[in-house]
């Protein structure tokens, strides 16, 4: 990855950050687009009914049909998917956003509101 | 002639909504956020503006990568709220005025900011996430909307300075509409949040209340800043904050902050202020026309 944009000089020190820049997006625009059409009524429709043909229908490489199958949130922000486009294929899959936090963090769903102000606001 | 009578800083936490639209007000866990916003709500009651003026951003919603402006502004008399993977909301459709919508835009295209144009789209939670908690829905909206969706999802994204002066602008184009209009500046977003990667849940509190004291009184500090450096003191997600700016850039250099609330439950400092312009309201144009 070449990062030349100044306003992000440094943002490399950043442990568990991964910056979305054009340059990622062009080489997973067709993965983030997969997310995206969750918007659609139909597209969630087709995936509940058959996983595999939505994600052969979409075009996903198998790298990627692997991370959707292992519900590998973090693998697919690392693969550089923008957590945006993510959180409506969460909507789908019935988890909400905070139990994706807790799990992009790599800990249980209970361990992560522990360390929360307010864990009742869920 | 158009006026300006102040801003209106607000987290867009789809949660919120989630919060409203499950009628968890009066739940402890979510009083103290949706308690927050009353006053605003008061004040805009009683102050009865014709328009609020929102930067905010589309989440990837009814914009997609392959097509995603640095600036865009909403036109339209009806903007439906968007389905953002979890069915619709019960909220009317939000209402524009199409005349003033198209004046902003020459306005701000004369000034070299070039815009996208959106026309009757959609609108996800940027807005309608804070709008309901601002006005009243039933049986409608007391008001428009003059909808400017800033990119700060794909980098590169505008500049903190570019939204402030975008706010700049904004201002102008509002004090040259004759129609005699009462206009609140909204931005939208932060404050302190990360909900990417292993760094999620981060949050500054310290750096958070510095913002908001900078925000009133040294604006061009944080103009000056990079998005790195909002990256670092507030988490990655925090550097949509640059559409404050442009709501800053809409007010008076002087402005006074008539509330504030702040909470921070899970993983997003939720804030909301209100900020009324030093002059309240009287236009720039008209002022110096005084002191001529």
Known sequence: MTLSNPELDGIETLAGTYPFDLRICNRTLNF?????NMIRVENREAFWSDEEAAMSAAGLKEEEKALVRARDWLGIVQYGVNFFVLEKWA???????????????????????????????? | MARIIGGIGASHVPTIGLAYDRGRQADPAWAPLFDGYKPVAAWLAAEKPDVLLFFYNDHATTLFFDCY????????????????GAGPRGLPDIRGDVDLQAHVGECLVNEEFDLTFLQNKPIDHGVASPLPLLWPHTPDWPGVVVPIAINVLQYPLPTARRCYRLGQAVRR???SYPKDLKVVVVGTGGLSHQIHGERTGFNNTDWDLEFLELFKSEPERLAAMRHADYVRLGGAESVEQIMWLAMRGALDPEITELHRAYYLATTTAMTVTLYANEANAIPLAARTVEAA
């Open chain 1, 91 to 122: 909507r789908v899959v019935k988890k909400s956003n905070l139990e994706v936090y807790a799990i992009m963090r790599g800990e249980t769903f209970e361990a992560f509101l522990s360390t929360r102000r307010v864990p009742e606001s869920r």
């Open chain 2, 69 to 84: 402006p640095t600036f865009a502004l909403g036109v339209g008399e009806r903007f439906p709220i968007a389905d953002e």
């Open chain 1, 32 to 36: 983030n687009r997969f997310f995206w």
């Open chain 2, 173 to 175: 184009a509002i004090e």
